[in-house]
């Protein structure tokens, strides 16, 4: 009687030297999994749920949480840990279903570069965001009403 092989197996198994980052693709995405859950909840639960609810978020809400280094933190970690999480996501379906190595590389190229500039983006918002910049006198009115007169 003989065995049938599996498909696509080698009787020895090639080992590559160096780091494997599926491995450690996979990992951060469980990783990253619990830790946005956590991320997230805790701020449907503070803007939703806490005070006057969804009435309350408007500019100010946003302008005092980004006013405290923890809520910009907090939201820092969730932007950046969103992003990489569904760019590696979505590097995994090119991964499996791109047609071309060529193709492959471009898609994976455009989300790289996607996330990148989102990330960018939003990290500049989260730190440089001043609800009271400086306008010229005729046009004060357009602040919101906390800010003081300059």
Request: with cysteine; charged share 10%; aromatic share 12%.
């Amino acid at each position: 009687m003989s065995t049938i092989e599996a498909p696509r197996s080698s009787p020895t198994p090639a080992r590559r030297s160096g780091v494997n980052w599926e491995k450690w693709g996979w990992i951060y995405m469980r990783a990253s999994g619990v830790v946005l859950v956590v991320l997230i909840f805790g701020h449907l639960f503070i803007n939703l749920m806490v005070g006057d609810g969804v009435k309350a978020i408007d500019f100010a809400f946003v302008a005092g949480k980004y006013a405290t280094p923890f809520w910009q933190v907090w939201d820092l970690l969730m932007l950046w840990l969103a992003l990489i999480h569904g760019a590696n996501g979505m590097r995994t379906l090119v991964n499996d279903y791109a047609s071309s190595p060529r193709l492959g590389g471009v898609l994976k190229g455009a989300i790289f570069a996607s996330a990148a500039i989102l990330i960018i983006l939003g990290t500049l918002v989260i730190f440089t965001f001043d609800p009271c910049p400086a306008v010229p006198a005729d046009q004060f009115s357009l602040l919101p009403s906390f800010c003081p007169p300059q």
